[in-house]
């Protein structure tokens, strides 16, 4: 019985739609989604770059810039929507909208099975593993590296000329590579196919014929590939505790990939166990014919290869590049029952069947995920839902004075000093401003409050202060600036040392005439901060450079204030202040 052409269209099109109904409920999941950890540290980097130099960072092959491609999707979005979280998502959802389609016209094409495509492709679509890709944009770099390099694989199967291949994967290698160095394995991966698919299509044809053309193919490829491992390779860190620290061996690779294959089977089972059901799937392809399928495993195994050695920084989202050789494996499964099906049933009732099926299909999948998924988004929600009114609270701000420090007394979760920066330049997109982590007083009777406590932030800070004192409590930003001013020294828990203390060359000096020098001991070459009263005003921080003998000399300008300096403490770096009571009078 032949199939009509309605139900032909049909086919075509349903698959389509009930994939594009899986990725809408995927997102639906991640509404909440706002900026992660990484974002934070990425926007920073991007605020001191011009459109122009980043471009420049895009398009030259010796750049050291990390990442420049997905840096300069973040200067794009941030100029053009600043820190609303939603376009930033709208993006990285398209995008991943679009690496679907890829992955869906590549199945088509290589496994010849538009069911077997659509299973792969909603596989692709909602998968709990790397659900980090539908809540942080810092995933860009994932997103637009599998995008070129599937591209690039596409154009590998379906240009026939030479040289239009040769141009087009050339180009899509180079600037997937710009995106992250995960895409470095695509000539490898391109003739693996060659080799494993291809050669196979092709017997009539000479094999150094053949391979003489797939060099040809791959010659540039594989010159930017070394190029780019010879820039890079300085990044891969001997310190055993550093996150880009490599292990070299069999034992860490079978440990890695025994670690992935568990984050995406969602199961703890010993690698020994998937070793021998690949071995298995691969006899059975190679006896029956299936050479996809050994391709497809052989995609997981080679993608995975920058990252795997890697012992101290493995992510489930990592699997967003490989999973093709997932999807591609579950694709040729869906042809070999659907070939097995059509000897006993006709073509119109297996395809109308198909039809009914893929809807069920789809949803179970999504609910299977999203049950799979639900730590890790909660995780991703409470993350949201801390971040989100700190940042707020840190744009309300009154504009502190130049060269201000924000001193905080606590933070939302998982930030460090660092972080910590990175999200206050951002919010307040100001360079000039520093940040120091100290820890609250131990108690508000300590430090001469009134009994109503603080005051939200709105209330209390006036432009122009230099130092501003800040507490993240039940996520609100609150303003101890003025409990600070009371007793400096209970908040930043200044400590007597015996081998470091301020000493002044003078006690008195004359505004306009006079200079003194500040020596500090033990240290040398150091940046120091040193925080100060005049009079009864309130405490502000001032920075300086010491020289070789701990020394740092300071001309008495005429419009100086006039008053006693107290010098109540120092820091050199850490959370640390340590005690002082030098003081110098202005006249």
């Not at 609910?367 to 995780?379: L, N, P, W």
């Not at 998982?414 to 999200?423: I, M, N, P, Q, V």
């Not at 800070?461 to 800040?470: I, M, Q, S, Y």
């Amino acid at each position: 019985m032949t199939v009509t052409r309605p139900l032909y269209t049909f086919s075509r099109f349903w698959p389509l739609v009930c994939v594009a109904a899986l990725l809408g409920y995927t997102f639906r999941l991640f509404h909440f989604a706002y900026f992660s950890l990484d974002d934070f540290n990425n926007l920073f980097l991007i605020q001191n770059l011009k459109g122009g130099e980043l471009l420049r960072h895009v398009l030259d092959p010796g750049s050291a810039l990390f990442r420049p491609l997905g840096l300069a999707a973040y200067w794009l979005v941030f100029h053009a929507a600043d820190l609303d979280p939603a376009p930033y998502h709208a993006v990285a959802w398209s995008l991943h909208t679009i690496n679907v389609a890829l992955l869906y016209i590549i199945l088509r094409d290589v496994v010849k099975s538009h069911a077997g495509a659509a299973v792969g492709a909603m596989l692709f679509a909602c998968q709990a593993s790397f659900s980090e890709i539908f809540f942080s944009f810092g995933t860009i770099f994932e997103l637009l590296s599998t995008l070129l390099f599937f591209s690039a694989l596409l154009a590998y199967l379906r240009l026939r000329s030479r040289a239009w291949q040769t141009l087009n994967i050339s180009l899509l290698f180079f600037f997937a590579m710009k995106a992250k160095e995960m895409a470095i394995t695509l000539p490898l991966v391109l003739m693996t196919y060659d080799v494993i698919v291809t050669r196979r299509e092709h017997r009539g044809v000479g094999f150094r014929h053949w391979g003489l053309r797939t060099l040809v193919v791959m010659s540039i490829p594989i010159l930017l590939a070394c190029w780019f491992v010879a820039m890079k390779g300085h990044e891969i860190s001997v310190d055993r505790t550093n996150p880009y620290y490599m292990e070299l061996s069999l034992r860490t690779a079978i440990d890695g990939y025994g670690w992935y294959a568990n984050r995406l089977s969602n199961l703890n089972t010993h690698w020994s166990v998937y070793v021998a059901t690949i071995t298995v799937a691969i006899l059975v392809a190679v006896r029956t014919g299936q050479r996809q399928v050994v391709f497809f495993l052989a995609y997981i195994a080679l993608t995975f290869l920058p990252v795997i050695f890697l012992v101290n920084h493995r992510f489930p989202f990592y699997w967003y590049l490989p999973f093709l050789g997932v999807a591609g494996v579950a694709a040729s499964l869906v042809k070999i029952v659907n070939d097995c099906l059509s000897r006993v049933v006709t073509y119109r009732w297996l395809t109308t069947a198909g039809l009914i099926v893929l809807p069920f299909v789809s949803r179970e999948l999504y609910f299977q995920q999203k049950a799979h998924g639900t730590v890790a988004r909660v995780a991703f929600q409470t993350a949201a839902d801390d971040f989100r009114p700190f940042i707020s609270g840190l744009r309300a701000l009154s504009t502190p004075g130049p060269n201000s420090t924000l001193f905080f007394t606590s933070m939302p979760l998982h930030f460090d000093e660092t972080r910590l920066l990175s999200a206050v330049h951002v919010a307040l997109q100001r360079k000039d401003v520093s940040v120091l982590l100290v820890s609250p007083p131990p108690a508000q009777d300590d430090v001469g409050v009134e009994p109503e406590g603080p005051h939200p932030i709105k209330d209390v800070l006036r432009p122009g202060d230099n130092v501003v004192v800040l507490r993240y409590e039940k996520r609100r930003l609150f303003d101890d600036t003025r409990r600070f001013a009371s007793n400096p020294q209970a908040f930043l828990h200044c400590s007597i040392s015996t081998l470091h203390s301020i000493r002044l060359s003078e006690t008195d000096v004359v505004a306009g005439r006079d200079a003194y020098t500040l020596f500090v001991s033990g240290i040398q070459h150091v940046h120091a901060r040193f925080l100060y009263k005049l009079n009864n005003e309130p405490a502000r921080i001032f920075s300086a450079q010491l020289d070789g003998d701990g020394r740092a000399t300071f001309t008495v300008a005429a419009d100086t204030p006039k008053g006693i300096y107290r010098f109540l403490g120092f820091n050199i770096g850490g959370a640390e202040w340590i005690r002082s009571d030098a003081a110098i009078t202005v006249h």
